[in-house]
């Protein structure tokens, strides 16, 4: 079975700040998918970032960066000074790979972290 | 636009009366699939298909059904609502084609149902 945890519940934080959510996995598939996606206020859910277990170079974007860490089975997402249009809900997600046995990928959730984000 | 578009999107009926949230994808996306989300529980997987004529149960399944007929349209029905099903529903497609797209599921925007 897999599961993701996101420990923080919610985090807020002052505009300019950085901040951290984490985003710990279990899988018993060797290779897979892993996703952020945010939800703002008006409910729609935003694809952010898709890495595959294979590749563990980490990726910036902007004011975003992840940390991908197979060996802590973890995926975190640094958001660089953080603004007022950032807060939103941020889910992190695991994907089974094609071909990996079975007939559904689908994208197991986290439960979310809410990042509210002050002026 | 490639999208995937739910109507309605917000939606109070009353408990037994039979209603239909309809999904549409422009993407030719195979694989199609509907979640809820809920306080404390968070997103859930309801139903999926892998293409047309082929669907299954996610894991909450019950009160729901869905039909694949054309590639492009997967739309969930509630033959019987109950206010359990007080929900927010999204729809979401993907291709498991290689790509930098590739297997990303794509969300619609989302169907608020209220159930009384």
């Known amino acids: 079975a897999q599961k993701v945890t996101q420990a923080q519940t919610e985090i807020s934080v002052v505009e300019k700040e950085d901040v951290t959510l984490d985003c710990v996995y279990e899988t018993r598939d060797t290779t897979y998918y892993l996703f952020w996606y945010k939800q703002p206020p008006s409910g729609e859910l935003v694809f952010l970032i898709r890495r595959n277990s294979f590749d563990e170079q980490n990726e910036i974007s902007g004011r975003y960066s992840w940390n991908f860490q197979k060996s802590t089975s973890s995926f975190n997402f640094t958001i660089t000074a953080s603004q007022v249009v950032d807060s939103a809900v941020y889910f992190c997600?695991?994907?089974?790979?094609?071909?990996?046995?079975?007939?559904?990928?689908?994208?197991?959730f986290g439960k979310g972290t809410l990042l509210t984000v002050n002026p | 636009e490639a999208q995937v578009t739910q109507n309605p999107r917000y939606l109070i009926t009353v408990t037994g009366k039979k209603l239909t949230v309809t999904c549409s994808q422009n993407?030719?996306?195979?694989?199609m699939s509907w979640y809820r989300q809920d306080p404390g529980l968070g997103l859930r997987q309801i139903y999926y298909s892998m293409n047309v004529e082929a669907t299954d149960k996610g894991d909450v399944p019950e009160g729901y059904k869905v039909s694949r007929k054309e590639k492009r349209n997967f739309p969930l029905i509630l033959e019987s609502p109950s206010p359990n099903q007080t929900s927010l529903y999204f729809c979401a497609s993907s291709s498991p084609l290689k790509g930098s797209g590739a297997n990303v599921l794509t969300f619609g925007a989302g169907s608020r149902l209220t159930v009384l």
């Open positions: 997600a695991l994907r089974r790979y094609p071909g990996s046995g079975g007939s559904n990928y689908k994208l197991t």
């Open positions: 993407m030719n996306h195979e694989y």
